[in-house]
């Protein structure tokens, strides 16, 4: 079963030490994955765009260019594939880094291969029901597997971190959201003090949302937080 799941899927292993690059190749080489092999972040960055593999699993400390910057950069080309980030490092900070630069999940060096498989199987899971899905709320309809919004047929270009808060609200319809929940669930940790990130978004959301004069679907509730909703 696991085989039949795994056959064909691309995998992009980008890591500088060869050993553990030899290590993984050879494992998920005779699990069915097809793998490619990076030894440092430019060649890596290169052959992510080229080839367009299914998942990359990527080392932060990386010759040329790290980890994080490689992450970030495919984020910023557009390319979604599922994001592995493997860590010698357990600091809260550095982990928030990787999944902030876009990764979906972190491995802490060293790991049991048998994890790897499962983060690796999952992730790809995630990633095949989410090309399936498509959320709609009132005229609102978006693909996260697509990266598109339309409302009533129009168009709608949002950023990167634009279109996450959206898909954040129409996972949660007409529930109210804090500001903290929003927070955890976007970037992935608590804000401290008095940041007002959140207002800024749901201001650039409302204009690009309500730009030919639609009712409104993102809410405040004073004092706790905003909720989407009908008028």
């Known amino acids: 079963m696991m085989k039949a799941e795994s056959s064909g899927r691309r995998i992009l292993l980008i890591e500088d030490e060869r050993k553990i690059a030899d290590f993984i190749r050879r494992g998920l080489t005779l699990e069915g994955y097809q793998v490619?092999?990076?030894?440092?972040?430019?060649s890596g960055l290169d052959a992510a765009v080229e080839q367009k593999p299914d998942l990359i699993i990527l080392d932060i400390m990386l010759p040329a260019i790290d980890g994080i910057e490689v992450c970030k950069a495919l984020r910023d080309a557009g390319l979604d594939m599922?994001?592995?980030m493997l860590t010698a490092r357990d600091a809260v900070r550095d982990r928030v880094a990787g999944l902030d630069a876009g990764a979906d999940d972190y491995l802490v060096k060293p790991f049991a291969f048998d994890e790897l498989l499962a983060r690796i199987r999952a992730l790809l899971?995630?990633?095949?029901?989410?090309?399936e899905e498509i959320l709609q709320f009132a005229?609102?309809?978006l693909h996260p597997a697509t990266r598109e919004v339309t409302?009533?047929?129009?168009?709608?270009?949002?950023?990167?971190?634009?279109?996450?808060v959206l898909e954040t609200f129409m996972r949660h319809p007409r529930q109210v959201l804090t500001r903290e929940q929003l927070y955890e669930r976007i970037w992935g940790y608590d804000f401290s003090g008095e940041s007002n990130i959140i207002e800024v978004?749901?201001?650039?959301?409302?204009?690009?949302?309500?730009?030919?004069g639609e009712p409104r679907l993102i809410h405040t509730v004073r004092g706790v937080g905003y909720v989407l909703r009908e008028a």
Do not use: H
């Not at 899971?125 to 090309?131: I, P, S």
């Not at 009533?152 to 996450?164: M, N, S, Y």
């Not at 978004?201 to 030919?212: D, G, P, V």
């Open 36 to 42: 490619q092999v990076a030894y440092d972040g430019e």
């Open 82 to 84: 599922p994001i592995l």
């Open 125 to 131: 899971r995630r990633r095949a029901a989410a090309e």
């Open 139 to 141: 005229d609102l309809t």
């Open 151 to 164: 409302r009533g047929g129009r168009r709608i270009e949002l950023t990167a971190r634009e279109f996450d």
């Open 201 to 212: 978004y749901i201001r650039y959301l409302r204009a690009k949302l309500e730009a030919n």
